[in-house]
Structures are given as structure tokens and as C-alpha cells.
């Protein structure tokens, strides 16, 4: 039996690294692989999984929104994001989309790097699927504010009105502008700008203090421009690898509810792909 994961691009994607070092660990026969897809193939890989000719499959850039109009069902991790990363076959033979992003990045701050999110104060740049992912698991864990700064600036103010009734407050940032304030604990770059040469995200640091902590979700290369600036003034940064461990382990515990994904298994992951 297959996995897959699609996209367009994919080639960077780490993603079957990942899975087939697990899927060998638990002695399953499956293999894992990579697939360049259009949009218009999306229906003919949900009809794989229908008739199980494949497991399920991860979705990556930029399908995260378009693919569930093909579901059936989403699970609760999916149904306020609205974007989807993982597709399944539930118990009662239902398509499902899953996002594993946000309980990834989730676990990767607090079980990987020991950070508290309750009454932190956010900057995030972007506000597409990846961001829809993150933000609405983060909101669950009561940090005190989030700022989103996207190019198109309406569709972060959308993003933002779709946590409206949370109690965590949300700020709208000028992409021109982009100048966060001293109070940011953590700042977050959801975007896939920065995997070319030379893209650069033009981030005022003058408010700043040393104490922010600087991610940038892509993971390849994994240090972007943006991570680079950043560490050159002594500033602590991560990049996209330790929420992609975390959230590839919450799929496969998706797809394999019986083989659960353990933390010496990410551990073991972690070297592989220092």
C-alpha cells in the first residue's frame, strides 16, 4: 500500500524521509511517496484513498483550502482553519481532512522547546493555510495577542474575523509597514517566501528585544534570508523542521491509530534530518 503527499512544488518535501523511517520502525508495509500535482487532479487522489488504493495522503502548498470541496467530512482540527493537510479514511469509510500544522507547531514549542504559549504575544506573517492551521490551535492555549501581516491585507483581516469570539486579541499589521512592536514574544513567518534565492522579508527590528524568538515555518533551505538576518544580530531562530516532525507524527497517528508516533520516534527523526 502507498502514501503520498501532494503539492506544487514537492521536491523539497522531507515528508516521506520522514514516514518511511516510521513505517519501517512499526514493520508496516507501506510506502511513502512524493507527487507533483495540478489542481485538477485533486478529485482522482481522493478516489484513490475512496477506493483504497492508497491509505490517505498529506496536502501541502497550495492546496490546503482547494482540496476540501472533495472531502466528505472534516475533522474538528480542520473545521475552523478551513484548510486541511492530512486525508484519511475514517471508521465510518467518510474522506476526512485533518490539520496537523497547528497541533504540530503546537508540540514542537512545548514538548521540543519548553515554551509556555498562555499570555504570549504573537506576530504572524501570512495568513494563508499554513497560518489558518496554526492560529486556530494556538488560540486554544490563551496566548494574549496575535498580529497578523499578510501582502493582501483583506485576507488577514479575514483571518482574523474567523476567531472573533475568541478571547485572544487579534491586529491587523501593515504589510509596508511591518514594524512589530517590543511586547512580541514570538514571531512567525507562515509564508512560503523566502525558499527562492534572494526573497527577503523587509522586517523593522527596532522595537525588538533579544528575547523574541524568530521562526520561519519553510524548512527548506533551512536557513532563508529571513532566519539569516535574524541570527546575525543574536537573535534565537528556528526553522521549519521541528513542526514538520510534530505534525507528521499527529498524521501518521491519523492514519495508523494503533502504531502511535512516540517521542523517541521523533527523536530519531530529528537526527536524520540535522
Given amino acids: 500500500m502507498k502514501l503520498l503527499v501532494i503539492g506544487n512544488p514537492i521536491k523539497h518535501s522531507k515528508s516521506p524521509t520522514i514516514h518511511n523511517c516510521w513505517l519501517k520502525r512499526h514493520k508496516l508495509q507501506v510506502v511513502y511517496e512524493k507527487k507533483l500535482i495540478k489542481k485538477d487532479e485533486l478529485y482522482s487522489i481522493v478516489e484513490l484513498v475512496k477506493s483504497k488504493k492508497i491509505i490517505g495522503f498529506n496536502v501541502t502548498l497550495p492546496f490546503k483550502e482547494s482540496i476540501i470541496e472533495h472531502l466528505d467530512t472534516l475533522h474538528s482540527s480542520a473545521e475552523q ?29 512545548m514538548k521540543d522547546l519548553g515554551i509556555k504559549i498562555k499570555n504570549k504575544n504573537f506576530y504572524i506573517i501570512g495568513a494563508g493555510g499554513a497560518a489558518l492551521g496554526i492560529i486556530s490551535t494556538l488560540v486554544k492555549f490563551n496566548p494574549s495577542k496575535i498580529e497578523i501581516i499578510n501582502r493582501t491585507k483583506r485576507k488577514a483581516i479575514e483571518l482574523a474575523k474567523r476567531f472573533s469570539n475568541s478571547k485572544v486579541t487579534f491586529i491587523v499589521g501593515d504589510w509596508e509597514k511591518m514594524m512589530p512592536e517590543k511586547d512580541r514574544d514570538i514571531i512567525i513567518n507562515t509564508t512560503s517566501f523566502g ?72 527523536k530519531v527523526i530529528q537526527k536524520i534530518l540535522k
Wanted: cysteine-free.
Fill in 81 to 109: 482553519s478551513m484548510a486541511v493537510n492530512t486525508v484519511y479514511l475514517d471508521k465510518k469509510n467518510r474522506i476526512t481532512g485533518a490539520n496537523t500544522d497547528g497541533i504540530g507547531f503546537m508540540e514542537y514549542l
Fill in 195 to 266: 525558499m527562492m534565492a534572494g526573497e527577503k522579508i523587509n522586517l523593522d527590528k527596532k522595537n525588538l528585544t533579544k528575547n523574541t524568538l524568530i521562526f520561519d515555518i519553510i524548512y527548506e533551505p533551512r536557513q532563508t534570508e529571513f532566519l539569516k538576518d535574524f541570527s546575525r544580530e543574536g537573535y534565537q531562530t528556528f526553522n521549519g523542521i521541528g513542526m514538520l516532525i510534530r505534525q507528521a507524527a499527529t498524521a501518521f497517528n491519523f492514519w495508523f491509530e494503533k502504531n502511535e508516533i512516540s517521542n523517541h520516534d521523533v
